[in-house]
């Protein structure tokens, strides 16, 4: 039975609320990037074929074909969240989210590669619009003495660029491969590219730290990046990216509370900023398709 269109977009914004709180564990858990992607990778795969084997699923196999695009994809999964934990680590989580939500514009400019008809001067727009709002929100974290801020930034911006060509790798692959069995070989896939580094780098954290990988691993990676990858079924790129930018507005809030991350109006600005050039790139493509 086809799952109606506004049952996909509940999917995507309840994967985005969940993905939102992810850099907070960049903060919970005492542990490298790799430790963190490694653990959330690794549990998630778990959690997946756990379920697949207590309710009698049909398997997790994908056709052949689909095998380079699939170690693509898991690669670029596993980059994504490395360069944004890094950039949560090493800066802030407002600023880890905030330089993601330049992913649209990357999503746009990936399409113009495409093929996608683009106008130069909105595009412009929008860049000079997020520009100003990730200074301005650097800015803030700058006065508050935050270490680290430029390399935040950079990996920040890395993360977002990855994240969108891996949007646009995950719409094709989902034409012909089931949400589930393809989060189970992306994060399998991605604990096994990463299984070389965790020999390599030291683990300080604890039982605890391990407690709180699972429950990133199951709930807000397994669970969440099913949701994400079933609403790309119906719902386009350019609109799951503009969802996906409600990101930073639920992360920053939920860290201004728990971690005392500064949230003034200078800060408020910049992410309504960032807001504002999103929701203009998406209205600009969606009247670009009509005219199409």
């Not at 003495?145 to 920040?156: D, F, H, N």
Request: net charge positive; charged share 5%; with cysteine.
């Amino acid at each position: 039975m086809r799952v109606p269109v506004n049952t996909h977009y509940l999917q995507l914004h309840l994967a985005v609320l969940l993905f939102s709180l992810c850099a907070l564990f960049a903060y919970w858990v005492n542990a490298s990037p790799v430790f963190i992607v490694f653990g959330r990778t690794f549990f998630a795969a778990l959690a997946i074929a756990l379920y697949v084997v207590f309710t009698s699923n049909t398997g997790l196999a994908l056709p052949a074909y689909h095998k380079r695009q699939l170690i693509l994809s898991s690669l670029l999964l596993v980059c994504h969240w490395l360069t944004f934990f890094f950039s949560a680590q090493h800066a802030s989580v407002s600023i880890a989210l905030i330089t993601f939500a330049s992913y649209p514009l990357w999503v746009l400019l990936i399409g113009y590669f495409q093929g996608d008809a683009l106008k130069p001067l909105a595009m412009l727009g929008q860049t000079i619009l997020i520009i100003i709002g990730v200074a301005l929100v650097s800015g803030v974290h700058a006065e508050m003495g935050v270490q680290g801020e430029v390399e935040g930034l950079v990996a920040g911006l890395i993360s977002a660029f990855i994240f969108a060509w891996l949007t646009y790798l995950n719409q094709s692959l989902m034409q012909t491969c089931c949400s589930l069995n393809l989060t189970f070989w992306q994060n399998l896939l991605a604990s096994l590219l990463l299984l070389p580094l965790v020999f390599l780098v030291p683990f300080s954290g604890d039982i605890a730290d391990i407690g709180k990988l699972l429950l990133l691993g199951v709930l807000f990676t397994a669970f969440a990046h099913n949701l994400l990858l079933n609403s790309m079924r119906s719902i386009p790129a350019f609109l799951v990216s503009i969802t996906v930018c409600l990101e930073p507005a639920y992360g920053i809030v939920a860290a201004a509370v728990l971690f005392a991350e500064p949230l003034t109006v200078t800060v408020i600005v910049g992410i309504a900023l960032v807001l504002i050039s999103n929701i203009w790139a998406v209205m600009a493509q969606r009247r670009s398709l009509r005219k199409g």
